[in-house]
């Protein structure tokens, strides 16, 4: 089991940053790659940055691609994400996950084994 606590979540004005961070706890090892998702409400859940432990590779949505960075550091079995130029519509619950096996390059929610308990991040126009 590998367990997952977010934190970093808030209230910022349009145009600032946050920046998210994941512990992970438990089996880490066992994680391949870590990710970032987000919910906004009346909406589905959906992908938004990848990166796998190992070579430190990423991936990220095309909507937040220039504005969002995600990062790992290894030895506190982290994962951050960093945001800038946070608009309205980046307004979510942002989840972080962890999948066990597979590609970075996989979106759906559905190929994540774990998952944290979400942090809300609210931007004001």
């Known amino acids: 089991q590998v367990q997952l606590v977010e934190s970093g979540g808030g209230l910022v004005q349009a145009g600032g940053s946050l920046r998210l961070s994941c512990k992970a706890s438990g089996r880490t090892f066992s994680s391949n790659a870590m990710g970032w998702f987000r919910q906004a409400p009346g909406k589905e859940r959906e992908f938004v940055a990848s990166i796998n432990w190992i070579g430190s590779s990423t991936y990220y949505t095309d909507s937040v691609k220039g504005r969002f960075t995600i990062s790992g550091d290894n030895a506190k079995n982290t994962v951050y994400l960093q945001m800038n130029s946070l608009k309205p519509e980046d307004t979510a619950v942002y989840y972080c996950?962890?999948?066990?096996?597979?590609?970075?390059?996989?979106?759906?929610?559905?190929?994540?084994?774990?998952w944290g308990q979400g942090t809300q991040v609210t931007v004001s126009s």
């Open positions: 996950a962890a999948r066990v096996s597979g590609s970075i390059y996989y979106v759906s929610e559905r190929g994540y084994d774990y």
